[in-house]
């Protein structure tokens, strides 16, 4: 059995290890030059390409690998969920990768709201579209606003009174049309020109935490929740994590309920998952999900550290149809933290 891994990054080093371990033979399509010898070396076969683009992928698969062979495609990047689900399903693959509408409810930021209107976890959120004078009826307070597709924070501004607001939808404006190319292939909706519209949320002032779950045939099981620290406002980036995050068990449960409600919603049945909450006010609210291993490919390596549950085996075993419970058994109790 073939496991086709599209896009690299060093820090899933494990990643490869995984594979191995579990007996997978490793193709690795990439558009980096400078692949890590280390990681060359875990792979069976590899090919360097321009772009990541369907047609020319087909072809190095049909070329170089025997069509009785079992290939499943699966990806380390966010960008290319899409591009992945397509050839999965080009090949007619087994593997339990994630829906092409669980992906693009995800990564579309309006879909998502939408798909969780009758929940608590949704902030107050408007839009801006193009020539509208007023994303709100009324200013409440700080808001956040967003492109409808992104990542890592990119194009996010806060804005702390109604005086910024158009600066700051300029500017993130400007940011998404920059990296329109690396999200166009996440809009299947087509009701908004997701280039020049923005989210409009209200700010919650709390703290943030991340759960990672895991959903296989027996369902959805809660692998741990990471406390975050953040850069002081108007950033957004992570500077600390901590696993298990050191929170009361009343917010513990909650965390845990607002998880597997959200993925029960979204009809979320296989692989791992990485939620971001804000919690104030006796409120959890959803920030964003990741169809991944944790943010950053950080709070999977926490996971494994604090309790010994190997994630990232268990969700290439998921991906191939074997069995993954036996990857998912605490082992240990320990406190794990990153700077």
Not at 47 to 71: A, C, M, N
């Amino acid at each position: 059995m073939w496991v086709i891994v599209l896009g690299i990054n060093s820090q899933f080093k494990r990643a490869f290890h995984a594979a191995r371990e579990l007996g997978l033979h490793v193709f690795l399509i990439t558009a980096e030059n400078n692949v890590p010898d280390d990681i060359k070396n875990l792979t069976d076969s590899m090919k360097v390409v321009k772009d990541y683009e369907f047609g020319e992928i087909v072809s190095i698969i049909k070329r170089q690998l025997p069509d009785d062979q079992i290939t499943l495609f699966w990806t380390l990047k966010d960008q290319l969920l899409p591009l992945t689900n397509k050839l999965n399903r080009y090949f007619d693959s087994p593997a339990k990768f994630y829906s092409g509408p669980l992906i693009s409810i995800c990564k579309n930021k309006l879909m998502l709201r939408r798909a969780l209107e009758k929940t608590p976890y949704n902030p107050v959120f408007n839009l801006y579209v193009p020539g509208q004078k007023n994303p709100f009826s009324a200013w409440s307070g700080p808001k956040v606003i967003k492109p409808l597709l992104g990542y890592s924070s990119i194009g996010v501004e806060m804005v702390t009174s109604e005086q910024q607001v158009y600066s700051a939808i300029e500017r993130s404006l400007s940011v998404l049309e920059k990296i329109s190319h690396e999200v166009k292939s996440f809009d299947f909706s087509h009701e908004y020109d997701v280039c020049k519209t923005l989210l409009v949320e209200d700010y919650i002032d709390g703290e943030e935490y991340s759960v990672e779950i895991f959903a296989n045939k027996d369902g959805i099981k809660c692998l741990g929740i990471c406390e975050k620290s953040k850069m002081p406002p108007p950033y957004f980036e992570e500077i600390s994590y901590c696993m298990p995050g050191r929170l009361k068990q009343s917010l513990c449960d909650g965390l845990k309920s607002a998880a597997m409600k959200i993925a029960e919603v979204l009809d979320f049945r296989s692989g791992m998952a990485h939620l971001e909450f804000k919690c104030s006010d006796n409120k959890i609210i959803l920030l964003d999900i990741g169809l991944r291993l944790g943010g950053g490919g950080l709070t999977h390596e926490l996971i494994h550290i604090s309790s010994g549950i190997d994630a990232v085996k268990a969700v290439l075993a998921e991906l191939c149809g074997m069995e993954s419970n036996q990857y998912l058994i605490e082992k240990r109790k320990d406190i794990a933290l990153l700077y």
